[in-house]
């Protein structure tokens, strides 16, 4: 009897929670426009991991929006996020030259005909339509099929159904089949840094991880800017955007076919290698190369931006975007470009000027030396080790200066911050998001951040 109700309890479970679509399209232009075309609608092979009372997302992140309208205009789902392609728009490149992308929405399948709605952040803070698509669940071109293989789901910190958890996927790119044990302590290890910091410490009974591996041939990934050049399973590659830094993958399909094999609502993907490097978009996944001194840094650093769409508060390293005069307020939550009136002025220190007063100067003046050193050890096609040193320096020295400056452990509006010198402001002196210290934490603003979007996958 008992086995019976169990059984019966099972089935009602799995009626209930619908399967998870996917609608795969190409994003496409150049700095001046873009267009958007249907590329596939995949069934994926696990039910829907969110929260079926939290569909609607009302955290106003992201650069998009995608919102899924039923037949009577209805939207029975949303999401904020970011794009390679709304990054890539922002170079020189899209200057010149038109690109594609591939990017996707996912969403719990719907019982009938959907159209699929794509806004664009505007100036002021609202949204734009941009495109819209029909999606009919059980049209026959909807693709069915298993994806390949990405191995046996590797359960990492399990603590309870996934529609009430975080679901945090961790995914192996340039291991081999005899890395695999390599593979699984890397994502052990960095899972674990992950939950010393808050807000994470505390949520951690919010999350569940999850790791897949699927299998490359060769070790290692791309790095095109020293001659290495490799087809890993995922497609990751350094020097993205010509960064030597910057890691991501443009093959999204292989990305999401292999995700779609874990219950998932956020990604970061372990590229094996020593050689430093990261990104991180939000809502589309998160990149670290393994076996750096400053892996673990970069693994909390990106969760970041995937997470909770925060912004680099660092402004002194080299990047890709062109730089403009404009200061439009940014969507990520952790800068503004009006200090008398941040986003974060609920948790601003009594008595603090604003903007406040830290040691800009001889920050910048200190900073700008590293990252000349910095360009010469790449040029130089130096050890890893050697760049690892300097990042050690560079971090003793500011952890000194920021930590004990006048208002180090005030809550204020700093200036520096989202790649630009003056104009962007942030919300304390220190952050992960602002140098390479993970002992400083996170900032008022993004743990506030942060917190927001794991309230909206563990609603009780
Ligand atoms: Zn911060």
Known sequence: MR????????????AATPRTLRLDYVHSGDSKGETFALARVVEEPLPWPGDPDRAVDD????????????ASGKVIYSRGFASIFGEWQDTDEATKLQRAFEESVRFPEPGG???VHLLRRQPDMGWKEVWSCPVDPKAQSVERGAPPS???????LKNGDPSHKVDFLILGDGYTAKERPKFIKDAKRLAATLFAYEPYKSRKADFNVWALCPVSKESGISRPSTGIH????????????GSERYILTFDTRAFRDAASQAPYD????LVNGRTYGGGGIHQLYGTVASDNAFSPYVFVHEFGHHIAGLADEYYTSDNYYNPTAARPEPWEPNVTADPKHPKWADLISPGTLLPTPWKKAEFEAYSLGIQKRRRAIRAANQPESVMEALFTEERAHETKLLGTDANSHRVGAFEGGNYYATGYYRSQEDCIMFTRDLSAGFCAACRK???GVIDQYTAH
């Open 3 to 14: 086995a019976f109700l169990a059984l019966l309890f099972a089935c009602a479970l799995s």
């Open 59 to 70: 955290s106003n992140l992201g650069k998009y929006k995608a919102e899924v309208r039923d």
């Open 113 to 115: 005909p959907v159209t």
């Open 150 to 156: 990405a191995g046996a789901l590797i359960p990492i």
């Open 230 to 241: 490799k087809r890993s399973a995922l497609g990751c590659t350094y020097d993205a955007f």
């Open 266 to 269: 956020f990604v970061e993907i």
């Open 449 to 451: 951040a942060i917190g």
